[in-house]
């Protein structure tokens, strides 16, 4: 037997119809193995890297608005490129993109680790989120491609398991090689991972593509995704250094929209759209999206500001704050399987409305956070709630997205549901961010203007404010005014926390009330 080719014949296998691949049972499982550590690799990656932004912060002399770009950096590419990448594996090979984008990322993820300073890191991390976006949507095409129809449901329902329990284990293996090797080895994590799976998809996975798309593949309108989205992330963040009425800062902003509004019109006229904008006349698929987008984009903001709280205001080590919203994932993961059964019994209406609510309740715990607050009487319980409520939310949400479109068009609307809530991350960061220092900002003046401080400390403190918690307070400061100015920082900090956390409420409450207002029992499919 060759090993450097798969050991069944590579036929072309489409989505429109049920895989018929002559793949033994051992190749099938080599295959889903491929799919589950390429997809764990990415999902790692995106839980992994909020540990690490804290040691950024001290190790890079990174400011917030610098450690936003890291996040940002990473999900504007991957929103953006994500539709292109799954259509370029239907049309080039999912074997083919699929391997391209482990390669790309796994030698991202070098480049991150080895990134000497901050701009290189965050151009890196662009990098990785092109490499995501050619992985991401390539491993569950593959499953649909080289499962029958009578395997593919627990094909499906492995790789699930396995990639939310690498995700829940994420944060914690991160905490650990930040508090004990270094915040590169994060990121060199990959490349082993990358190694096998290279190996897998070389030697087992069966190419396949969709020989019925016949389009031209919409570069134009990634083009235009990928300058919208910038432009308006772009502009966002950095108001929070330069100012908003700054030129570059309304350019940007009044820039980035225009381009969304020319996206639009694009995909509105292109013969092969990468984002059909017909599927929207769905009540139910326009509904589950933008209920996608104000939900994840509350969970993106306490995902991105909560690590920063428990380490630099709570004193948690990285470890702990990795493990911290490890019950959050055992939720999800645990009661995925009750969630999908909500909808045979109350049909997706009634978990979309009942789930974010939850959710937001679990957002409105987080505003009880005091600086030294117990994590067992105040975050965990906001945790477990949040946990609940996503949980409540999460299988209804995709079956809503799946059920309100034709068969042959689950795979593009679920690649929008996708983008989507990549979209509700990337914007959410950006906005909940600049609420976050405009708390902060306005109370740490009011608070520095109560004490008296020597006029070298109040300068070099008012110069870092857009380092947040992580500012460094002068060392000529004697110990009594480096407590009293640490114990002020950490209040302002938590001042911001809370408006983000009520800004994430809403957000929840807002989704709950999109699935009152759009998701109905019985509505027409979009075509």
């Known amino acids: 037997m060759n090993l450097l080719k798969p050991p069944c014949d590579e036929a072309v296998i489409t989505t429109r119809k049920a895989a018929t691949t002559k793949c033994g049972k051992a190749q099938r499982r080599w295959t889903l193995a491929a799919t589950i550590l390429g997809s764990s690799m990415a999902f790692i990656d995106g839980t992994v890297v909020n540990v690490a932004l804290p040691a950024l912060q001290t190790n890079l002399n990174a400011t917030v608005t610098d450690v936003q770009w890291v996040i940002e950096a990473y999900t504007l590419f991957l929103a953006a490129l994500l539709l292109l990448g799954g259509s370029l594996g239907d049309r080039l090979g999912r074997k083919k993109i699929y391997a391209i984008g482990v390669a790309v990322f796994a030698l991202a993820s070098v480049w991150c680790g080895l990134a000497p300073n901050i701009q290189q890191l965050i151009v890196a991390r662009s990098a990785q989120g092109i490499g995501g976006a050619l992985l991401v949507p390539g491993s569950l095409a593959i499953i649909s ?152 984009a509350a969970l993106a903001g306490t995902l991105f500001f909560l690590p920063l709280n428990l380490i630099q205001v709570q004193g948690y080590s990285p470890t702990a704050a990795g493990a911290a919203t490890l019950p959050f994932i055992l939720i999800m993961f645990g009661l995925s399987r009750w969630s999908g059964g909500l909808v045979k019994c109350y049909d997706s209406r009634l978990p979309l409305v009942i789930g974010p609510m939850i959710a937001a309740a679990g957002f409105a715990l987080f505003i009880r956070a005091g600086v030294g607050s117990s994590y067992w009487t105040t975050f965990f319980p906001a945790v477990v709630v949040l946990g609940l409520g996503m949980a409540t939310a999460v299988a209804p949400l995709t079956t809503t997205v799946m059920n309100s479109v034709k068969e042959n068009r689950a795979g593009i609307a679920s690649g929008i549901n996708n983008a989507v809530s990549r979209t509700a991350g990337l914007l959410a960061i950006a906005v909940l961010g600049l609420i976050m220092f405009q708390a902060f900002n306005k109370r740490l003046g009011q608070r520095l203007d109560q004490i008296t401080l020597a006029p070298d400390i109040r300068q070099s403190v008012d110069g870092q404010r857009i380092r947040l918690a992580a500012i460094e307070i002068p060392r000529t400061a004697d110990d009594a005014t480096r407590r009293q100015v640490k114990q002020v920082i950490d209040e302002c900090f938590v001042f911001g926390f809370r408006w983000v956390m009520l800004a994430g409420t809403a957000l929840a409450g807002a989704s709950s009330v999109v699935s009152l207002l759009f998701i109905g029992k019985r509505r027409p499919r979009a075509s």
């Open 145 to 296: 491609a080289t499962f029958g129809e009578e395997e593919r449901g627990k094909a499906i329902g492995t790789w699930s398991g396995a990639t939310a329990i690498t995700t829940a284990l994420g944060p914690l293996l991160g905490g650990w090689l930040i508090q004990n090797v270094s915040w590169r080895a994060v990121f060199f994590l990959n490349v082993p991972l990358a190694l096998v799976v290279i190996a897998l998809v070389v030697l087992f996975v069966p190419e396949s593509r969709d020989e019925e798309d016949e389009g031209k593949l919409d570069f134009a309108g990634a083009i235009l995704a990928t300058l919208a989205l910038g432009g308006i992330v772009f502009g966002l963040i950095e108001s929070s250094r330069l100012g908003f009425r700054t030129p570059i800062v309304i350019a940007t902003i009044i820039g980035g929209a225009m381009l969304a509004a020319i996206f639009v019109i694009v995909e509105a006229r292109v013969r092969s759209p990468m984002m059909p904008l017909a599927l929207f006349r769905s009540a139910n698929f326009a509904g589950a999206n933008l209920l996608t987008l104000f939900l994840y």
